[in-house]
């Protein structure tokens, strides 16, 4: 049962990939679905297991991995609540997107492969989420990196595409040498790089001191800020956040399962995983909770003038990926699974529905060409619309009703309040959650007014013809759809989407509706300590989450306040005054440039690290690699050993005389070697 | 009057009398019973291969340490033995691969296994030679069919050119070989390997020239460069199943000849000829490395690896007494290769035409994929790469280099092994990339495809085959 949740994808993306050829595109397609269905159906019923304590967390060991001296590593399914939320998380959503991209990628040539690469991808990351140890963690990290490589860069003769894949990769590797870093500190200074080895020495090591050099660093925060940096990189913080809106290159149920629900909350489930170390490391914890607080401010601030609709909710995806860690760093684990846990599916939901819109536009994705949509896509609409309320917290404040995002973030908020009144980073972490909610509502309502109310400005652009440089991108990819567009000028009229594709969306917005309400008490409510079952122990009695239950009932209102300024003023602006707002868009100032350009990061890394490592490189190639490497090495020893065959091949004259001459010049060379050797 | 042997002495040397004998007798019934056929003769000699390794096996295995016979001109021991069953079965290969290429050239003459018969004698006098006498004997007795195997295909210009070549240097190689044999008897007053031993002294200015000159001789038996001058043109020129019979055994015997005269006559004088046999081994290895290079002919490019991996046996040489495992593990493998690569070239024909040219072979794995799998492997393994018989052989040989601190010559040889892969896999290029040029004629004989499992065989196969072989280094 353990093994079948990560090696039923696995298997699907070895038939998807490799037998495509032999049981058609139709065949592969099938099989990873069925196969994701399979790893889905068990992965609940690990969970419910584990839920009704049927079951107890357990450890699987599949296979010995590495054994060398005290290092060992296994490869292993770890079963706790903690895996068993993420299995159910990430098989639930991949088997949608799954089924979903049957109507997305319909027209796809590639599809078959697609098909693998996301099963591959939901292998990978159930290894992450399964580790026993570090090491089969950080291969499941590498691998849904891979994963996440292949697919933005699936549509590989788009040039935006592979740049974007490669921008992807390499911001990661960045994370990747902290998260590699930390586990070498892990084993140094425990010994093991398994979990429970690791986290039942903890006391006893809580003073180690890390001196190299001229550096004297307290061991524990060491590692935990280095785990701390890899998290940053996959789950798109702040300073490391720029692949993440880049990578919405890649088809939208990419998008939706990799880049919202699952792979970028590797990082989130990693700082859980090592609640142990973050307990006592609380230099790390206040760092997670800053940069988690500034992430949500700063990714949510630049979602309020995005224009692209995936982009608004890449950012937003930041945006909530900052509320995770502020709720990890302030101690309550608890609320940053939850929001973990709520997120999938409301962020899934947001993501695919922006896939059907675009899929309906053909392709279009940029909301200014949009507008008025709502009466060609219905469904899209209903399900768009269930998935804003629950991203911007409606519910009604004091009770546990509410749309997910409602429950889910209060707790988060809250939790930071009670953090802070002991900790003041922490208050400034609650008012930037505070005014995060605020544009979380305003960007959210914007992207519903400008897609789906309003004039319609798609009919401009039908006019235009095929300008839209999106859109040329895309029949670059889809030569079927080119002729079909020129054939029937009219084809450009939205339409709904079909039924494989819209219903994922409303399992997916059943439960942005109900998995707050659902799993509030389990999660973070008053079963929580036999939910959990002491996997995030640390704190004890003065726990950061029975302070957050106690918070004042203007501290729970507050975020449904936010959010309720934040939808009126969208309506004011947005909803009253489109074309005023999109003259205003056009016209632009400093403050809007400077959201536009996402706060300039991508040309500040441009001048410092990309232009830099350009031109550092172009000097390694041409000077080290071609002018001395090559130069005196493979080129240079071809060219004499060419040089020299001629030579020995001119000696071979023919002649018989020469060759006696040959060897008579031998025998007076070596004799006289010889008998000066004696003489000696 | 004391008897010129004894009876022990005719039991020991059956192998040699069987030889001698099955030859003679092939030459009698060649004369008087004409209708006797090609492949009959070959059988005939066959059989006496097989009495002569039998013999010699047993006696080898009977012994509980050396023998010699015929007042200590002759020796017999395991190791021995072994060398010389290789030599026969080595022979015994090459005799069979050689009947379709004489009947299609029309050369299918009794007196080509006469000859066989009789160089084959002289390896194996060669192998048990245990004073100068004998090895001069075993030389002689190897050399004069050779020249005439080379000239067999009497009239092709090239075929005579390359038996006179082979004539009139073999006979220069051969006077140097006895003048430093005579040196050596004047100066030490001893035949035999083990008399010598006893009065050679590295001080000697006589003896150290007489040993310079007998290494320069045997160094031209066996292809080693500066002396390898005749090796390029004598193999493009005979017929190709005589190159590969030069390729074969007459290497095997005139290396193991050369290490036992070393190791057993002049022990004292290991530091004064180990230098020189370096020389040879990295002249050897730098030739068939880069001489190879720019080579179009098949035959002459195989002629030009024969030289480099004559120069890697010369290493074990140079490491000393303890490396005669190692020697006789590397020749076997090597020998088997070339047997192996000789049998591709002999098996593939364009219209009747057997292939002279390196781009002959294009396209191969198309038309006939068990071949060019085959000879693919061969070449691999013959390149020196893992996991093929080859490699092992090499590593042994720099193994032995290393222990007897030779490692500038062991790096040596692997940085020219580098350079030497390169022809071995353009070989593999043209038969796997190219396109071809001809078609290929249907199969004679023998199936591509035995000689694709040969090439398994005879490549991954021996690793296992490597373990008495170093016990034998081990002691």
Not at chain 1, 81 to 86: E, F, K, Q
Request: charged residues 10%; glycine residues 10%.
């Amino acid at each position: 049962m353990d093994a079948v949740v990560a090696f039923a994808p696995l298997a699907g993306a070895l038939i998807a990939g490799l037998l495509a050829r032999y049981i058609g595109k139709a065949g592969a397609m099938a099989a990873a679905t069925a196969l994701m269905g399979v790893a889905l159906a068990a992965a609940v019923s690990l969970f419910l297991g584990l839920y009704a304590g049927d079951a107890q967390a357990h450890t699987t060991i599949i296979a010995r991995w590495i054994e060398i001296g005290g290092f060992k590593a296994n490869w292993a399914i770890r079963v706790d609540m903690l895996s068993a939320i993420m299995m159910v998380v990430v098989t639930s959503v991949s088997f949608l997107v799954h089924v979903y991209s049957w109507g997305y990628m319909a027209e796809d040539a590639n599809k078959s492969r697609f098909f693998a690469y996301l099963s591959f991808f939901t292998f990978a990351m159930l290894m992450l989420v399964t580790a026993d140890d570090f090491l089969q963690m950080f291969f499941g990290w590498e691998g849904v990196g891979l994963a996440s490589y292949l697919l933005i860069g699936f549509w590989f003769d788009r040039k935006s595409a592979n740049s974007a894949a490669i921008k992807a990769f390499v911001v990661n590797r960045v994370g990747d040498v902290g998260f590699a870093l930390g586990i070498v500190g892990v084993f140094a200074l425990f010994g093991s790089i398994q979990f429970d080895a690791v986290f039942s020495q903890i006391e006893a090591v809580k003073e180690a001191r890390l001196v190299a050099g001229p550096l004297d660093l307290p061991y524990l925060e060491t590692i935990a800020v280095l785990l701390f940096i890899g998290a940053m990189g996959k789950s798109a913080q702040f300073f490391l956040h720029v692949w993440l809106p880049d990578a919405m290159e890649g088809p939208t149920p990419v998008s939706a399962l990799i880049h919202a629900a699952t792979m970028v909350t590797a990082g989130v489930f990693l700082v859980s995983r090592c609640a142990a170390i973050y307990d006592v490391a609380h230099g790390a914890a206040t760092l997670i909770l800053l940069v988690g607080a500034v992430t949500a401010f700063f990714a949510a601030s630049v979602g309020l003038v995005q224009n692209d609709i995936k982009r608004v909710i890449a950012y937003s995806t930041c945006s909530q990926l900052g509320y995770m860690f502020v709720a990890a760093g302030a101690g309550a684990y608890q609320a940053a699974m939850f929001h973990l846990f709520t997120h999938a599916f409301f962020k899934a939901l947001l993501f695919l529905g922006a896939g059907s819109v675009i899929h309906g536009m053909h392709h279009e994705q940029d909301m200014r060409r949009m507008g008025g949509l709502a009466r060609a896509l219905p469904v899209t609409y209903a399900m768009m619309l269930i998935g804003t309320l629950a991203i911007t917290g409606v519910g009604i404040p004091g009770t546990h009703i509410g749309f997910a995002g409602f429950l889910s973030k209060d707790a988060i908020l809250e939790s930071a309040y009670a953090r802070g009144l002991d900790l003041e980073i922490a208050q400034l972490a609650f008012w930037m959650g505070l005014l995060t909610a605020l544009f979380t509502a305003f960007y959210s309502w914007r992207l519903i007014f400008m897609t789906f109310h309003g004039p319609k400005y798609w009919r401009e652009a039908v006019a235009h013809g095929h300008d839209a440089p999106a859109h040329a991108a895309h029949d670059g990819a889809h030569p079927q759809a080119t002729t079909h567009d020129d054939d029937h000028g009219d084809a450009h009229v939205p339409h709904e989407s079909p039924i494989v594709m819209l219903a994922p969306l409303v399992l997916l917005a059943i439960g942005a509706v109900g998995a707050g309400m659902a799993f509030y008490e389990p999660f973070f409510g008053k079963e929580a300590e036999s939910f959990w079952h002491g996997i995030f122990a640390g704190h004890g009695e003065h726990s950061v989450l029975e302070a957050a239950h106690h918070a004042p009932l203007w501290v729970k209102s507050a975020p449904f306040a936010a959010g309720v300024i934040g939808l009126v003023l969208a309506i004011v602006t947005y909803g009253f005054n489109p074309r005023g707002m999109r003259a205003m868009g056009e016209k632009g100032g400093p403050m809007q440039a400077f959201l536009a350009h996402k706060w300039y990061f991508d040309e500040l890394y441009q001048a410092v690290f990309v232009r830099n490592a350009e031109r550092l490189g172009d000097w390694f190639s041409k000077r080290i690699d071609r002018g001395t490497i090559d130069r005196f090495g493979p080129d240079g020893w071809a060219l004499a050993s060419r040089l020299t065959g001629g030579w020995v091949s001119r000696l071979q004259s023919g002649f018989v005389y020469h060759y006696a001459f040959v060897m008579l010049i031998g025998v007076v060379g070596l004799g006289v070697f010889a008998l000066m050797s004696v003489g000696r | 009057m004391e008897a010129l042997f004894s009876r022990f002495d005719l039991v020991l040397g059956i192998p040699e009398i069987a030889l001698a004998a099955f030859a003679v007798a092939i030459v009698m019934v060649g004369v008087f019973q004409r209708r006797a056929s090609f492949g009959q003769m070959a059988g005939l000699l066959a059989f006496g291969f097989l009495i002569a390794g039998a013999a010699s096996l047993l006696h080898g295995f009977a012994a509980p340490d050396r023998w010699t016979a015929f007042n200590g001109f002759f020796a017999h021991d395991r190791e021995i033995a072994i060398v010389k069953a290789l030599i026969y079965l080595a022979s015994a290969a090459t005799l069979a691969m050689s009947m379709r290429f004489l009947q299609a050239v029309e050369r299918a003459q009794f007196e080509y296994v006469a000859l066989i018969g009789f160089a084959t004698l002289g390896m194996s006098v060669l192998a048990s030679a245990n004073s100068l006498l004998t090895v001069y004997l075993g030389v002689e007795l190897l050399s004069l069919p050779s020249y005439v195997l080379a000239a067999f295909h009497r009239d092709s210009a090239r075929g005579s050119e390359a038996g006179l070549k082979y004539f009139v240097l073999g006979a220069i190689a051969s006077g140097l070989l006895l003048y430093g044999m005579s040196l050596i008897y004047g100066f030490s007053g001893a035949l035999g390997f083990a008399e010598i031993a006893a009065r050679a002294s590295s001080g000697d200015v006589g003896i150290t020239f007489g040993l310079v000159l007998m290494i320069c001789g045997l160094a031209f038996k066996v292809s080693a460069a500066p002396f390898h001058m005749w090796t390029p043109d004598v193999y493009e020129g005979a017929p190709t199943p005589v190159t590969a019979f030069f390729a074969a055994a007459p290497k095997f015997a005139g290396m193991f000849i050369f290490a036992r005269l070393m190791f057993e006559a002049f022990p004292s004088m290991i530091e004064g000829w180990r230098p020189i046999i370096a020389i040879l081994a990295i002249a050897s290895m730098a030739v068939g490395a880069f001489g190879a290079l720019l080579q179009s002919n098949v035959k002459r490019l195989m002629a030009y690896s024969s030289i480099g991996n004559i120069g890697y046996g010369l290493i074990a040489i140079a490491a000393g007494p303890e490396a005669m495992g190692a020697l006789i593990a590397y020749l076997a493998i090597y020998v088997t290769t070339t047997i192996g690569i000789f049998g591709g070239l002999l098996a593939l024909r364009h219209q009747g035409a057997y292939l002279e040219r390196i781009e002959d072979l294009s396209g191969l794995i198309g038309q006939r994929a068990g071949m060019a799998y085959g000879l693919g492997f061969l070449l691999f393994s013959v390149a020196g790469i893992p996991p093929f018989a080859g490699f092992w052989g090499k590593l042994l040989v720099f193994q032995a280099g290393v222990r007897a601190d030779l490692v500038w010559l062991a790096v040596a040889g692997i940085l020219l092994s580098v350079v030497a892969a390169f022809y071995y896999l353009r070989l593999i290029k043209v038969m796997v990339m190219d396109k071809a040029q001809a078609r290929f004629d249907t199969p004679l004989g023998i199936p591509s495809w035995t000689l694709a499992i040969a090439a398994l065989m005879v490549s991954v196969g021996y690793i296992p085959l490597l373990a008495p072989f170093l016990r034998l280094v081990g002691g």
